[in-house]
C-alpha cells in the first residue's frame, strides 16, 4: 500500500440508503476511503424528508460522515439514465428500499448488471428479498421481537423488553458491508460482480448467536435473565456504596479470587455455591450474599481490587461519564469535522484498527446536493447536459 493511501480509494460506491441499517453498511465504506457518492432525490420532490431524523441532527451526521452528497431523480427517466451512466463507472450499489422499490424503479441487481457485469449490488430490507414478508415495511423494534431478542432481555417476569441501540440495523448495515467486502473480494478472481442482500431478520437472529444455539442443539428455550448472565455465575450487576459495578465472575478459579477480595470464605465454603451447577441452581441467594459485601466499599475500591485479582470488573457509566473514562479517551473513539453549516463537532469513530493505514481525516455529512455538479463531472458529464439536467429538475 502507498505511505498515506486509505485502503479502499480505488472503490467507487453509489449509496441510495437512508435511515439506518444502508448508511450503516456503507459507512463501514467509508471509513476507510471509497469514494462514496450519497444519492438523495431532489428536496422538491422527497417525500421522506425526516426518515433518519434531521440532517443537522446527531444521528444524520454521525451515520453519513465521509461521503459526498449529490441530488438525483430516480423517478425520471433522464434520472435513471445518469444513474446508469455511473453505474458503468462504478464497483458498488447499495440500497436498502423495500423489495419492490428497486424493481418499480427498474435499479435492481439484473438492471445494474447489464450496465456493468461486475457491479456488486447490495440490498438490505425487512424480512429478505423473498419469503411471505417481503414486502412488509422493516423496522428495528419489529426485528428485535420477530428475532427473538426482546424476549431474553429485560428483568425476569417483566415482559418483552427493546434493547438500548437499534441492533437489527446495526448488525445488518455490519453483514452487508462484511459481505460486500467479501464480493469484492471474489471478483478480484472471477471478474464478476454478484448481489449481496441480507435483512433485519436475518442479521438479528444470527445475532443472538449461543442463544440461538440453545434452541437449536439442546432445545433450550431462553428466557429473561436481566442483568445476570444465562450461564456464568456470578456475573451481573452489584450496588456498592456509591454507585453500581459489573463483575464478570466464570470458573472455579475465579470464583475463588472472588471469595479472597470480598474476604468470603464462607461463601466459598457454602456447599450450596461450591460448583458452577449449584451456583446457577441457587443464583438469587448467592447474588443476596455477594450484594452484601459490595454495598459495604466504594465502587473505585473493588473495580481496582476484582480487576489487580483477576476478575473482570467495570463501573456502569452515564453516556457524559462514559466519554470521560481514561481509556476511552486513550482509545479516542471520536473524530472532529467540520460542516459548513454546524461548524465543527466530534462524530463516532471506526472501531477498527489498521496497523499499515493511514489516520484517515473525517469529513462531515454532505448538505444534500452538496457536490452535484462535481460529481457528474468526474462521471463525464458535459456543462450542457448538467444546465439540462437541474432546469428539468433531474438533479
Given at each position: ?17 437512508r ?10 465504506l ?20 425526516t ?16 461521503k ?15 444513474f446508469?451512466?455511473m453505474?458503468?463507472?462504478?464497483d458498488v450499489?447499495?440500497?436498502n ?16 448488471k ?19 414478508y417481503?414486502?412488509r415495511?422493516g ?32 448488525a445488518?448495515?455490519?453483514y ?5 467486502l467479501t ?7 472471477t ?36 442483568n ?15 454507585g ?5 465472575c466464570?470458573?472455579e ?6 471469595c479472597?477480595?470480598l ?35 466504594d ?17 456502569i457509566?452515564r ?11 486513550h ?28 489516520d ?36
Amino acid at each position: 500500500m502507498k505511505n498515506g493511501h486509505a485502503p479502499l480509494a480505488r472503490f467507487t460506491v453509489l449509496d441510495l440508503t437512508r435511515v439506518r441499517a444502508g448508511p450503516t453498511a456503507v459507512r463501514q465504506l467509508a471509513d476507510w476511503g471509497a469514494n462514496i457518492i450519497k444519492i438523495e432525490p431532489p428536496e422538491n420532490i422527497d417525500a421522506a424528508k425526516t426518515m433518519g431524523g434531521p440532517r443537522h441532527g446527531p444521528d444524520f451526521q454521525n451515520l453519513h460522515r465521509n461521503k459526498r452528497g449529490m441530488t438525483l431523480n430516480l423517478k425520471a427517466d433522464a434520472g435513471r439514465e445518469a444513474f446508469f451512466r455511473m453505474v458503468k463507472r462504478a464497483d458498488v450499489v447499495v440500497e436498502n428500499f423495500r423489495p419492490d422499490v428497486k424493481d418499480r424503479l427498474d435499479i435492481g441487481y439484473e438492471r445494474c448488471k447489464r450496465e456493468n457485469p461486475g457491479i456488486v449490488y447490495a440490498s438490505i430490507s425487512g424480512f429478505g428479498q423473498e419469503g411471505p414478508y417481503r414486502l412488509r415495511p422493516g423496522f428495528d423494534q419489529i426485528a428485535q421481537g420477530m428475532g427473538g431478542l426482546m424476549w431474553i432481555t429485560g428483568l425476569p417476569g417483566q415482559g418483552p423488553v427493546r434493547v438500548g441501540v437499534p441492533i437489527a440495523d446495526l448488525a445488518s448495515g455490519l453483514y452487508t458491508a462484511i459481505g460486500i467486502l467479501t464480493a469484492l473480494l471474489q471478483r478480484e478472481e472471477t471478474g464478476e460482480g454478484q448481489w449481496v442482500h441480507t435483512s433485519l431478520l436475518e442479521a438479528q437472529i444470527a445475532m443472538l448467536d449461543f442463544q440461538a444455539a440453545r434452541w437449536l442443539i439442546a432445545n433450550e428455550v431462553p428466557e429473561q435473565a436481566g442483568n445476570n448472565h444465562p450461564t456464568s455465575i456470578p456475573t451481573g450487576v452489584f450496588q456498592t456504596r456509591d454507585g453500581y459495578i459489573n463483575i464478570a465472575c466464570s470458573g472455579e478459579l475465579m470464583w475463588q479470587r472472588l471469595c479472597d477480595v470480598l474476604d468470603a470464605g464462607d461463601l466459598y465454603r457454602d456447599e450450596r455455591f461450591s460448583n458452577g451447577e449449584v451456583r446457577l441452581k441457587n443464583r438469587d441467594v448467592l447474588n443476596e450474599c455477594l450484594q452484601a459485601h459490595f454495598a459495604k466499599r466504594d465502587s473505585v475500591h473493588w473495580i481496582d481490587a476484582l480487576n489487580d485479582a483477576g476478575v473482570p470488573c467495570g463501573p456502569i457509566y452515564r453516556m457524559d461519564e462514559m466519554w470521560s473514562d481514561p481509556q476511552v479517551a486513550h482509545l479516542k473513539m471520536s473524530r472532529s469535522v467540520n460542516n459548513s453549516v454546524m461548524g465543527d463537532y466530534e462524530v463516532v469513530r471506526n472501531a477498527a484498527n489498521l496497523s499499515n493505514a493511514p489516520d484517515l481525516p473525517y469529513r462531515a455529512s454532505p448538505e444534500r446536493g452538496e457536490h452535484t455538479d462535481e460529481i457528474l463531472r468526474e462521471f463525464g458529464f458535459s456543462e450542457d447536459e448538467i444546465a439540462t439536467m437541474k432546469k428539468e429538475n433531474v438533479v
